[in-house]
């Protein structure tokens, strides 16, 4: 399913996603806490049946979010977005979720994001969930995603952007195992030598998941653990 974003669409999707992340209401009163939490949790998970349970059971949540502390808002969507999740992002939609320019980087939808970014240029440097910024989620949507990830670094996005823990959008490149993202990002100046806050480097991580092809790209590119 292709979107076809309206102006109206476009201009109303973008501050959508940084209201989860930084502004966003809380949930109402009457939802419970501890439910909206374990809805955001599975919707990390890629748990669909137990997401469709919860929905019947509380409809209200699928525009809920949950702050996991310091006004770090999260909700489904945006939790499925920066996860790669395409069955649970179309899921969510279809209940009746709102868009985000998020969600839409990283389901690969080139002329919604194209739209959003013209009419608001700036929304390129724009952040979600956990501080994990538009151009990661365009590489966590791995292939049909890779029109945007193109059209996001031609725009000039900051190829170093650090998540809230520390990781870049090479790091999750390598993590996912995306060796092209990986070479892509090296050539527009992508940094292999970030360290995340729990310690690991590109090059660890590789290591650690053992792709040859990205081990070597790397160490071409002077990054050390």
Do not use: C
């Not at 109303?12 to 809380?26: H, K, N, Y």
């Not at 109402?28 to 919860?54: E, G, I, S």
């Not at 956990?130 to 966590?140: D, K, M, N, T």
């Amino acid at each position: 399913m292709t979107l076809r974003p309206t102006r109206r669409q476009a201009l109303l999707a973008v501050p959508a996603a940084p209201a989860l992340a930084q502004t966003a209401a809380p949930a109402p009163a009457q939802q419970d806490t501890n439910l909206v939490k374990d809805w955001v949790a599975k919707a990390h998970q890629r748990k669909l049946d137990p997401m469709r349970a919860l929905l019947k059971q509380s409809p209200e949540l699928i525009h809920s979010s949950y702050d996991w502390g310091a006004g770090d808002w999260e909700g489904a969507l945006q939790a499925a977005a920066h996860t790669g999740s395409h069955d649970m992002a179309r899921f969510l939609l279809d209940s009746g979720a709102r868009l985000d320019l998020l969600a839409a980087a990283m389901l690969g939808e080139l002329a919604f994001v194209k739209l959003s970014l013209q009419l608001l240029p700036n929304s390129i440097r724009l952040r979600g969930a956990h501080g994990i910024p538009l151009l990661s989620h365009a590489v966590a949507g791995a292939e049909p995603a890779a029109p945007v990830f193109e059209f996001l670094l031609d725009s000039g996005a900051d190829v170093n952007t650090v998540h809230n823990n520390g990781m870049t959008p090479i790091a999750l490149a390598v993590q996912t195992g995306r060796r092209d993202a990986v070479r892509r990002l090296l050539a527009k100046g992508a940094n292999p030598g970030i360290r995340a806050k729990n310690g690991a480097t590109p090059l660890s991580l590789a290591l650690k998941l053992g792709d040859p092809g990205i081990i070597a790209d790397l160490k071409a590119a002077g990054a050390t653990e």
